[in-house]
């Protein structure tokens, strides 16, 4: 697996250009016991407690998905986000957990303020501004706690400028040397957050993330932001999403000597979902087309939340 052995694994499986290997499964975790609350217009994503998350990972598993990108999940939200960082918030108790019943699962700890600010917006603003060094000392908080908590990577979505290097810094600090950036360093302003905005709650409640988030017509600016975050520190680069974004992801392999991930994202699962309803196309079929392209543009990893279903297709 990448994410344990710094490898990249190329086998083909049923003709195609991935492998179970190369997927990254996205786990929503909330407050409480025995839940299980699906989210609209997220078809088959759910909220789960931390016992059920256990269930979920030891199922998926099974299939052979041994990575996962964790969000939290709270109702705890003030200006600053501070819950983001509690070292019993809720991340931090599953990161515990999982690695109590699974040190074998590679965990990505997303690190963000948005899902635990009132106003939904991932930095600190200061009038209309945003305050960079408060949020980068806010983000270096929420790192050194899922490291502290056992992340083998922690995954700065915040597109604060200097986020890499601020984490970097905290971390080598606290003897967590060996605990790995996954960096958003090229996520656009896009259309297609949609359903996950709403699982967490996160849609910003005045103006817009494109303060902060990429231009989607800027491919420049996609590329000086991943080698800023190489140069900072990165040890694995994302582009978000990436359906709209496959030349981004061919560039970035071509010009960068680190693994390339791409967010196959909300909006772009649930489109599939709802066209395999209403009977547009064949789920298994349209699936494994999506991801072989992302996969033949470039990308090493792909976080997408078809992960479970294509790992028991793959196992068929």
Known sequence: MLLRKNEIIGKEVNKTLFSVDNLVMPLFVTEGINIKK???????????????????????GKFGVSAILVFGVTCKKDKIGSYSWNKNGIVQKTIKEIKRRFPQISIIADICLCGYKSDGHCGIFNGNVIDTDLTLKYLSKIA??????????????AMMDGQVKAIRKILNKNSFKHVRIFDYSAKFASNFYGPFRESLDSSPKFGDRRLYQLDYTNINDALRRMKKSIEEGADIVMVKPALAYLDIIKMAKQKFNVPIAAYNVSGEYSMVKFGSEKHIFDEKNVVFEILTAIKRAGADLIITYHAKDVAKWLKK
């Open 38 to 60: 699906p989210i609209k217009n997220f078809p088959g994503i759910f909220h789960l407690s931390i016992n059920n998350i256990l269930k979920e990972i030891d199922e998926i």
């Open 144 to 157: 050194l706690s899922y490291a502290e908590s056992g992340a083998d990577f922690v995954a700065p979505s």
